[in-house]
């Protein structure tokens, strides 16, 4: 909290590109969306470029660690005035200038009451914040899973407030092995988001030990340190940021692979939708889909934009969406 708090003051006081790594480019609703924040909100947000799924009108997010709030204003915009967005941070801070900016927002957006609200509390206990089983239909997190200890237990959470078919959608750090004590403790490396990166293979058991879907890999991108004195104490360990989905599949959902037709509805991804790193939907085209993408779509809130038919080309498919 100190890190976030007091020692970095803007996004260009970080030592490394670890929190700065854009996710993929951002469809220009998105980007004309960013253009609305509050610049005091955008100098003091230091998360993983923009994570922003798509199909958001009228849905209800809670956004992990959400910082000075650039995201939570972002979404606010896409999700509309029936939609609602809940911001959760540790650092009082940080959510005292998201709070700061509410009705700057709001009154920029034209809406008469505000939709988005935030909190002040822990990722690893939503519930001692109030957030019930169930309640949101997309999580998502910037960078900040890395900085909880019980990295289970953010996901269990996560898991519980979504509502059946629900999705955490998120970027963070991931390391190439198990990291050292020496590495862990290092108060510098876990402001940057590096000492508490999780190892990429453990993403997989614990997401699969809590219920989620296989997690979707999106994108990823290498992270470079500028500074000597890390890249000695992080040694062989190489880091990336990823960006994943994961859905909570009704275990009735699933009925075996299928053939799939994007029907173009989702604004900003009319022609495509690059769903993750293996599949990508056009608009029209009828794509063969394995099981699990296939239960994925059927019972996500993805469904009313795809014509979803049972049976497929076995032999033409892509493989498991991870």
Not at 86 to 98: H, L, N, P, R
Not at 199 to 209: C, G, P, Q, V
Request: with cysteine.
């Amino acid at each position: 909290q100190d890190y976030y708090g007091k020692e970095l003051q803007k996004s260009e006081d970080l030592k490394t590109n670890a929190c700065v790594t854009l996710a993929r480019p951002l469809p220009k609703v998105v980007r004309d969306a960013l253009e609305h924040v509050h610049e005091e909100v955008v100098a003091r947000y230091y998360g993983c470029g923009l994570v922003i799924p798509e199909c958001l009108s009228s849905r209800r997010i809670l956004d992990l660690g959400s910082g000075s709030g650039r995201d939570c204003y972002v979404l606010s915009q896409l999700v509309g005035e029936q939609g609602h967005v809940t911001g959760i941070d540790m650092t009082e801070g940080q959510v005292e200038v998201a709070k700061k900016h509410i009705a700057y927002h709001m009154d920029k957006f034209g809406y008469r009451k505000p939709n988005v609200e935030f909190l002040h509390g822990y990722m690893e206990k939503l519930g001692d914040a109030g957030l019930a089983d169930e309640s949101y239909d997309i999580v998502i997190s910037n960078c900040v899973i890395n900085l909880a200890p019980d990295k289970r237990a953010v996901l269990q959470e996560a898991f519980r407030v979504l509502k059946p078919g629900g999705e955490m959608y998120f970027s963070d750090v991931y390391a190439s092995q198990r990291l050292s004590e020496t590495v862990w403790k290092h108060s510098v490396l876990w402001g940057e988001c590096l000492a508490g990166a999780l190892y990429w293979r453990d993403l997989f058991s614990i997401a699969e030990e809590v219920g989620f879907s296989p997690p979707c890999l999106v994108t990823a991108s290498p992270i470079t340190i500028g500074d000597k004195e890390l890249e000695g104490i992080v040694g062989d360990t190489h880091f990336v940021s990823a960006t994943f989905r994961l859905f909570k599949v009704p275990g009735g959902s699933r009925a075996g692979p299928g053939q799939v037709i994007y029907n173009g509805g989702i604004v900003g991804h009319e022609q495509e939708l690059v769903f993750d790193a293996n599949f990508t939907f056009k608009e029209g085209e009828v794509v063969d889909v394995d099981a699990e993408m296939a239960a994925i779509l059927r019972s996500s809130r993805f469904a009313e934009e795809f014509l979803i038919r049972a049976g497929a080309n076995a032999t033409a498919l892509q493989g498991n969406c991870c």
